[in-house]
T-cell receptor, first 116, second 113 residues
Framework: ETGVTQTPRHLVMGMTNKKSLKCEQH?????MYWYKQSAKKPLELMFV???????ENNSVPSRFSPECPNSSHLFLHLHTLQPEDSALYLC???????????????FGAGSRLTVL | AQSVSQHNHHVILSEAASLELGCNYS??????LFWYVQYPGQHLQLLLK??????LVKGIKGFEAEFIKSKFSFNLRKPSVQWSDTAEYFC???????????FGKGTSLLVTP
């Protein structure tokens, strides 16, 4: 257990479904992240929130909708996904970059998404 | 934009062999550098990091990495690998005071008995 918990661990959905991924961190961090991990590709940063405000959004299709109600919880709402969206979705948290300019991400185990 | 390049995608070694995994990045400013490891079926874990100071950093499980600024490199090394080191290794970079951590494609390491 890393201190970052993701649910569900596995999700299968059709292209017309609406589902959500949930992430909770128990580390007292200020920032939370969604990454997408696909085979043979680098981890792709999707969204970053700091103190519930979005600080980065990397040209992610609108069928992915993040929500950060507080600094401990992060959601990824999924709607009308495509089969190519099948991947492992990783949540991470960190402190804000400190006075030395550094921050270290702690990752959850991921939610394995399959879109049929 | 930053990019991270890992030279070896698949490495197979026998136990007790020495390991070096290459990582180069492209970014003109001050950076923070990381190696993460993902053991089979497990989450990404921090192996080691470099923020400033001594360019030779030591991490968990006997791993070390050397930051060579002139070469934009941060290669990972271990003198003698074990079967339990079988995993995927990711190099990552973020800009000073930045949130985004940019990853390489990863290197899959298989250590045979």
């Amino acid at each position: 257990e890393t201190g970052v918990t993701q649910t569900p661990r596995h999700l299968v959905m059709g292209m017309t479904n609406k589902k959500s991924l949930k992430c909770e961190q128990h580390l007292g961090h200020n920032a939370m992240y969604w990454y997408k991990q696909s085979a043979k590709k680098p981890l792709e940063l999707m969204f970053v929130y700091s103190l519930e405000e979005r600080v980065e959004n990397n040209s992610v299709p609108s069928r992915f909708s993040p929500e950060c109600p507080n600094s401990s919880h992060l959601f990824l709402h999924l709607h009308t996904l495509q089969p190519e969206d099948s991947a492992l979705y990783l949540c991470a948290s960190s402190q804000d970059p400190d006075s030395s300019g550094a921050n270290v991400l702690t990752f959850g185990a991921g939610s394995r998404l399959t879109v049929l | 934009a930053q990019s991270v390049s890992q030279h070896n995608h698949h490495v197979i070694l026998s136990e007790a062999a020495s390991l070096e995994l290459g990582c180069n990045y492209s970014y003109g400013g001050t950076v923070n550098l990381f190696w993460y490891v993902q053991y089979p079926g497990q989450h990404l874990q921090l192996l080691l990091k470099y923020f400033s100071g001594d360019p030779l950093v030591k991490g968990i499980k006997g791993f070390e990495a050397e930051f060579i600024k002139s070469k934009f490199s941060f290669n990972l090394r271990k003198p003698s690998v074990q079967w339990s080191d079988t995993a995927e290794y990711f190099c990552a970079v973020n800009a000073y005071s930045g949130y985004a951590l940019n990853f390489g494609k990863g290197t899959s390491l298989l250590v045979t008995p």
